[in-house]
């Protein structure tokens, strides 16, 4: 751990200030006993099993868990359908003409789709899947905007049992390549184009691009959301429009009864190599796992507009836009464009366009809301919020007070809510209307769910220690393995500590038990809330014919929680100039997508290195953030980081 976060951990852990719900929220929350934590200790596969029973399954499951460490099972033998459960039992219900889906997209367009047309919807596209070949298992990609279609098409696999595998619309066409090549898909769902602060992003362009080396592609379906503008050619045979596909299909289609362990989805993120690693997530369980918390951390109630601001590329967006609140029925709202456009106080006039009840977004996010000032929310009412969210990053005590004053005017819980794209399902966090929160602390593990801070032996710290996070006891909504690659399931997660769930996070856990997250001990990066490795910038970096070595570390940013320095060293000849660094980083952006692009490019003549070759990404991230050096025993030569240092004031 860094010097700088060894203090501002120090006051973190001094942090006093306690804010527990008031009593009007506790008492009219839905998870207000506290033996809700007990109980689910005790038994956790009744606890489980009591949530699991507010969903519809075809057939009942003969056992909760059948754990042959790591490999886990859950609700075994049960048959559900996903879509069945996050629609058509609604449209079936006084949830019919209820709003499934409230979507603001860029400036002039809105659209909102009730349970009632959400089915139909769903059940054209899965039909118009079907008539393409798609079949039950059968991996389909999607890389697509924030439109509604983007939801319709998740469901519309997920009803016929086929995976889907969402590429975010910001990576590259090359990074959706190797994303739809890993996953060998049949399909993909695509857009024309994408708005984005008023301009249009080329999706349908980046997919032909892709598609040059994609074996298993054979269609492609594409949603007209741009029109002329976005130019989209159409390669006939191979292409089709959305509205021309699912316009000629029945909106009548039966759920594939699915087992319990079916894949529902693979999502990418990014691990200590450079290559993506394909998180599979499964039917039952996972979605046991998305409604319970859905419904107890964000006390969901039926009349609830509820908005979390996430993009569906990512996991947040899978479990806390569409599965979880569509499982528990609610009003979901779902926003097209950024925060700053057309103006900066968007957010603030969606809450109150809708009457937003719940809202969930990035501490990145919130830091980015107080540089732009306070007078952009106080502009607005926000009388309808109740309860705030963040997720993704930890929060500073600064930002969390902030959000508290300025949009949550000290009248609504916040819960900071820690997981991963392989746990599924938040698993730290504050329960509304029980835990009293402290600004800076994800508080203490959910019901059910078992974390432990452990030293490097495995041996549990003691209070104030820091050390790594794990996870002692399975939890439904976890990952099962990694699409095609179990042993690096096995090896990346359940290796380092046997039989345990190895986070890959550091933590604390104060006297009154609650976890402090102090980010990554890997060589993950995490950029405005972004999970990014520095092997992948790496890779990018080295993949340009003027360079030799690259080191790639997250440094301190003070919005984005970690910006990206690459320090690269150029090959014989070659001139260090200010225009290869912007050829640089437009070459990273082109490999992986602009959520990558460093912020900041040094050339230099070495790298330090152990006498054993490897580079020292501790020393380069002491340079970065201007720190003192740290221990240089090891080094090859010393005087490279000396020099490195000297070099890098004077740039910086
Ligand atoms: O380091 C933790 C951080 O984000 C990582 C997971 O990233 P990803 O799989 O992209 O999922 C992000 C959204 C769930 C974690 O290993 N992280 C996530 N939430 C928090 C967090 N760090 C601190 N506090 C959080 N609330």
Same mark, same amino acid.
Request: proline content about 5%.
């Given at each position: 751990?860094?010097?700088?976060?060894?203090?501002?951990?120090?006051?973190?852990?001094?942090?006093?200030?306690? &804010?527990?719900?008031?009593?009007?929220?506790?008492?009219?929350?839905?998870?207000?006993?506290?033996?809700?934590?007990?109980?689910?200790?005790?038994?956790?596969?009744?606890?489980?099993?009591?949530?699991?029973?507010?969903?519809?399954?075809?057939?009942?499951?003969?056992?909760?868990?059948?754990?042959?460490?790591?490999?886990?099972?859950?609700?075994?033998?049960?048959?559900?359908?996903?879509?069945?459960?996050?629609?058509? +039992?609604?449209?079936?219900?006084?949830?019919?003409?209820?709003?499934?889906?409230?979507?603001?997209?860029?400036?002039?367009?809105? +659209?909102?789709?009730?349970?009632?047309?959400?089915?139909?919807?769903?059940?054209?596209?899965?039909?118009?899947?079907?008539?393409?070949?798609?079949?039950? *298992?059968?991996?389909?990609?999607?890389?697509?905007?924030?439109?509604?279609?983007?939801?319709?098409?998740?469901?519309?696999?997920?009803?016929?049992?086929?995976?889907?595998?969402?590429?975010?619309?910001? &990576?590259?066409?090359?990074?959706?390549?190797?994303?739809?090549?890993?996953?060998?898909?049949?399909?993909?769902?695509?857009?024309?184009?994408?708005?984005?602060?008023?301009?249009?992003?080329?999706?349908?362009?980046?997919?032909?691009?892709?598609?040059?080396?994609?074996?298993?592609?054979?269609?492609?379906?594409?949603?007209?959301?741009?029109?002329?503008?976005?130019?989209?050619?159409?390669?006939?045979?191979?292409?089709?429009?959305?509205?021309?596909?699912?316009?000629?299909?029945?909106?009548?289609?039966?759920?594939?009864?699915?087992?319990?362990?079916?894949?529902?989805?693979?999502?990418?993120?990014?691990?200590?190599?450079?290559?993506?690693?394909?998180?599979?997530?499964?039917?039952?369980?996972?979605?046991?796992?998305?409604?319970?918390?859905?419904?107890?951390?964000?006390?969901?109630?039926?009349?609830?507009?509820?908005?979390?601001?996430? =993009?569906?590329?990512?996991?947040?967006?899978?479990?806390?836009?569409?599965?979880?609140?569509?499982?528990?029925?609610?009003?979901?709202?779902?926003?097209?464009?950024?925060?700053?456009?057309?103006?900066? =106080?968007? &957010?603030?006039?969606?809450?109150?366009?809708?009457?937003?009840?719940?809202?969930?977004?990035?501490?990145?996010?919130?830091?980015?809301?107080?540089?732009?000032?306070?007078?952009?929310?106080?502009?607005?009412?926000?009388?309808?919020?109740?309860?705030?969210?963040?997720?993704?990053?930890?929060?500073?005590?600064?930002?969390?007070?902030?959000?508290?004053?300025?949009?949550?005017?000290?009248?609504?819980?916040?819960? $900071?809510?820690?997981?991963?794209?392989?746990? *599924?399902?938040?698993?730290?966090?504050?329960?509304?209307?029980?835990?009293?929160?402290?600004?800076?602390?994800?508080?203490?593990?959910?019901?059910?769910?078992?974390?432990?801070?452990?030293?490097?032996?495995?041996?549990?710290?003691?209070?104030?220690?820091?050390?790594?996070?794990?996870?002692?006891?399975?939890?439904?909504?976890?990952?099962?393995?990694?699409?095609?690659?179990? $042993?690096?399931?096995?090896?990346?997660?359940?290796?380092?500590?046997?039989?345990?769930? &190895?986070?890959? =996070?550091?933590?604390?856990?104060?006297? =009154?038990?609650?976890?402090?997250?102090?980010?990554?001990?890997?060589?993950?990066?995490?950029?405005?809330?972004?999970?990014?490795?520095?092997?992948?910038?790496?890779?990018?970096?080295?993949?340009?014919?003027?360079?030799?070595?690259?080191?790639?570390?997250?440094?301190?940013?003070?919005?984005? *929680?970690?910006?990206?320095?690459?320090?690269?060293?150029?090959?014989?000849?070659?001139?260090?100039? $200010?225009?290869?660094?912007?050829?640089?980083?437009?070459?990273?952006?082109?490999?992986?997508?602009?959520?990558?692009?460093?912020?900041?490019?040094?050339?230099?003549?070495?790298?330090?290195?152990?006498?054993?070759?490897?580079?020292?990404?501790?020393?380069?991230?002491?340079?970065?953030?201007?720190?003192?050096?740290?221990?240089?025993?090891?080094?090859?030569?010393?005087?490279?980081?000396?020099?490195?240092?000297?070099?890098?004031?004077?740039?910086?």
């Amino acid at each position: 751990m860094s010097a700088s976060s060894e203090k501002s951990l120090s006051a973190l852990l001094d942090e006093r200030r306690t &804010f527990p719900p008031s009593e009007d929220f506790r008492r009219r929350a839905g998870a207000n006993d506290p033996g809700i934590y007990d109980r689910a200790l005790q038994d956790p596969e009744a606890f489980w099993s009591s949530e699991a029973k507010k969903l519809d399954w075809f057939t009942p499951w003969q056992k909760v868990l059948e754990w042959n460490v790591p490999w886990a099972k859950w609700f075994v033998g049960g048959k559900l359908n996903i879509t069945y459960n996050c629609v058509d +039992r609604h449209a079936r219900s006084a949830r019919r003409n209820k709003a499934a889906i409230i979507w603001e997209g860029e400036p002039g367009d809105s +659209r909102v789709l009730t349970y009632g047309m959400l089915e139909r919807e769903v059940n054209r596209l899965a039909n118009a899947l079907r008539s393409l070949g798609v079949a039950k *298992g059968d991996r389909v990609a999607i890389y697509m905007g924030m439109v509604p279609e983007l939801v319709i098409a998740m469901l519309g696999c997920a009803k016929i049992g086929a995976p889907h595998s969402i590429v975010f619309g910001g &990576f590259s066409a090359e990074a959706l390549r190797e994303r739809i090549n890993d996953a060998k898909a049949k399909v993909v769902v695509t857009c024309d184009g994408a708005w984005r602060r008023g301009s249009v992003v080329p999706l349908k362009a980046s997919v032909d691009e892709a598609l040059r080396g994609t074996p298993t592609i054979q269609n492609v379906i594409v949603v007209r959301r741009i029109g002329d503008a976005a130019k989209a050619a159409m390669q006939a045979g191979r292409d089709a429009w959305w509205h021309d596909v699912t316009g000629a299909a029945s909106d009548k289609c039966a759920a594939e009864p699915m087992d319990a362990e079916d894949m529902l989805f693979v999502l990418y993120t990014s691990g200590t190599t450079g290559k993506p690693k394909g998180i599979v997530h499964t039917s039952g369980g996972y979605l046991v796992g998305v409604s319970t918390t859905h419904r107890y951390v964000f006390d969901i109630k039926e009349e609830d507009v509820y908005w979390c601001t996430a =993009d569906i590329g990512w996991v947040t967006g899978h479990s806390y836009i569409v599965y979880g609140p569509l499982a528990n029925g609610a009003t979901s709202v779902m926003y097209e464009g950024t925060p700053d456009y057309p103006d900066r =106080d968007r &957010f603030w006039s969606v809450i109150d366009k809708y009457g937003v009840n719940i809202f969930y977004t990035a501490p990145t996010a919130i830091r980015t809301f107080m540089r732009w000032g306070t007078e952009l929310p106080a502009r607005h009412s926000l009388s309808s919020l109740r309860l705030l969210g963040t997720v993704g990053e930890p929060i500073n005590p600064e930002a969390w007070i902030w959000y508290n004053d300025y949009i949550g005017h000290r009248r609504c819980p916040i819960v $900071d809510t820690w997981w991963q794209t392989e746990t *599924g399902m938040i698993l730290i966090s504050p329960l509304p209307g029980l835990t009293a929160t402290k600004p800076g602390s994800a508080t203490r593990p959910l019901p059910g769910i078992v974390a432990e801070v452990v030293d490097a032996k495995g041996d549990a710290v003691g209070p104030g220690a820091g050390g790594y996070l794990v996870l002692k006891r399975p939890w439904p909504a976890m990952m099962r393995t990694i699409y095609g690659d179990p $042993d690096r399931y096995v090896q990346q997660y359940w290796s380092r500590y046997p039989g345990i769930y &190895f986070t890959g =996070d550091g933590c604390k856990v104060d006297k =009154d038990g609650y976890f402090w997250l102090l980010g990554r001990v890997d060589d993950v990066m995490n950029v405005a809330g972004h999970r990014i490795s520095t092997y992948e910038v790496e890779s990018a970096l080295v993949d340009h014919s003027s360079v030799a070595e690259a080191a790639v570390i997250g440094r301190t940013h003070e919005v984005k *929680g970690q910006g990206i320095s690459a320090f690269v060293t150029l090959k014989e000849g070659v001139a260090a100039d $200010d225009g290869l660094k912007n050829e640089l980083k437009q070459h990273v952006v082109g490999k992986i997508g602009a959520i990558a692009r460093p912020d900041d490019i040094f050339f230099v003549s070495e790298l330090p290195k152990t006498r054993s070759a490897k580079i020292m990404r501790r020393l380069l991230r002491d340079i970065a953030e201007g720190r003192i050096l740290g221990d240089t025993t090891t080094l090859a030569d010393p005087a490279v980081v000396a020099r490195l240092k000297t070099q890098y004031q004077e740039e910086g």
